[in-house]
C-alpha cells in the first residue's frame, strides 16, 4: 500500500486543508511587544518638489498603498503609486520594464529629490535598480516588512506546479535559501530604513517562520546588511502598509535618516 504523503505535489489540495485546519485552530493573540505611538508632532510639511514613489508588494496593486499615498499626500510630498503586474514577470524585467521608466520620467522632469517607500517585494525592485543604476536625485528609502533575504513559506508549495504559477518567476526569486537570486543582491549602499513587523497570530506560519516575523517574513530576513537603521513594530504583514504610526516613522526616516526611538 502506497504511503500518503500531503506535502507530495499529487497531493496539494490536502495541503490546503492542512492549512486551514492548523490555521483557524489557534484561539488567543499573542502579546504586542513593539508597539508604536504617535510621531505626528515630530514630522514636517514638506514641498512638492520632493517626490515618494510608492512599490507595492506580490499579488497586490498601487490600491494596496492608497493609505500611504493619501498619508504622505497630505505632508505635501509629490507622491507617485505605482502599479506592476508582481506576478507575470522576474524581478529584472519588472524593473526595466516599470520602475525604470517611472524614476527616468522623474528625473527628467528635473525632480530634485525622489524617496521611495516600498511595501514587501516592491524593496526588492529598488534593490536591484539601485545596485545597477546610478540615481543622483536619490533621497532615503524605508521598506515596511521586506523580504531581504527571502521567506521561507517560498518552499511551503515549492513541489507544486499551481503555486509556482500563482508566484510567478518574482516569487521564485525570494527563495531563503543562500544561494538563491535575491540573496545574491550583497548590501544595500543608500540610506535605508527597515520597518519590520513582529507579530503574527496565525499557529501555522508563527511555526515555519523561525524567530519573530509578521505572518509573511520573519525579522531576521527583513534586515540587510549596510541598513541604516531598523524599528520593530507590533504589526501583521497586510496591516503594516496603512499602520499611520508606521507611515508616520516612515516620514521621519526621510527627514532624519533614522527612526524616532
Excluded at 106 to 127: D, N, P, Q, Y
Aim: charged share 20%.
Amino acid at each position: 500500500m502506497t504511503n500518503l504523503n500531503i506535502f507530495n505535489r499529487k497531493y496539494w489540495f490536502l495541503k490546503i486543508i492542512f492549512i486551514l485546519i492548523v490555521s483557524f485552530s489557534f484561539i488567543g493573540k499573542p502579546e504586542k511587544t513593539h508597539t508604536l505611538q504617535s510621531i505626528e508632532d515630530k514630522i514636517f510639511q514638506h514641498s512638492e518638489t520632493e517626490h515618494v514613489i510608492l512599490l507595492h508588494g506580490m499579488f497586490r496593486s498601487a490600491i494596496a498603498m492608497k493609505p500611504a499615498e493619501s498619508f504622505l499626500t497630505e505632508k505635501g510630498f509629490k507622491v507617485i503609486n505605482m502599479s506592476y503586474p508582481s506576478t507575470q514577470h522576474d524581478i529584472e524585467t519588472l524593473v526595466q520594464n516599470y520602475l525604470m521608466p517611472q524614476i527616468a520620467s522623474l528625473e527628467e522632469s528635473g525632480a530634485s529629490k525622489i524617496h521611495f517607500v516600498t511595501h514587501s517585494m516592491g524593496g526588492i525592485l529598488v534593490r536591484h535598480y539601485l545596485k545597477n543604476n546610478q540615481m543622483p536625485a536619490l533621497g532615503r528609502v524605508v521598506m515596511l516588512s521586506p523580504p531581504n533575504k527571502g521567506t521561507e513559506l517560498t518552499n511551503l508549495f515549492a513541489d507544486t506546479d499551481w503555486y509556482k504559477e500563482k508566484i510567478g518567476p518574482a516569487g521564485k526569486q525570494l527563495n531563503p535559501n543562500q544561494n538563491s537570486w535575491v540573496n545574491q543582491l550583497g548590501s544595500v549602499d543608500f540610506e535605508l530604513g527597515v520597518i519590520a513587523g513582529n507579530y503574527n497570530g496565525n499557529f501555522l506560519t508563527s511555526w515555519l517562520l523561525p524567530g519573530p516575523d509578521d505572518g509573511v517574513v520573519s525579522v531576521e530576513s527583513m534586515k540587510v546588511k549596510g541598513m541604516a537603521d531598523l524599528l520593530l513594530v507590533s504589526e501583521k504583514h497586510f496591516n503594516i502598509r496603512r499602520f499611520i504610526p508606521a507611515l508616520q516613522q516612515s516620514v521621519y526616516f526621510i527627514e532624519n535618516g533614522r527612526f524616532y526611538q
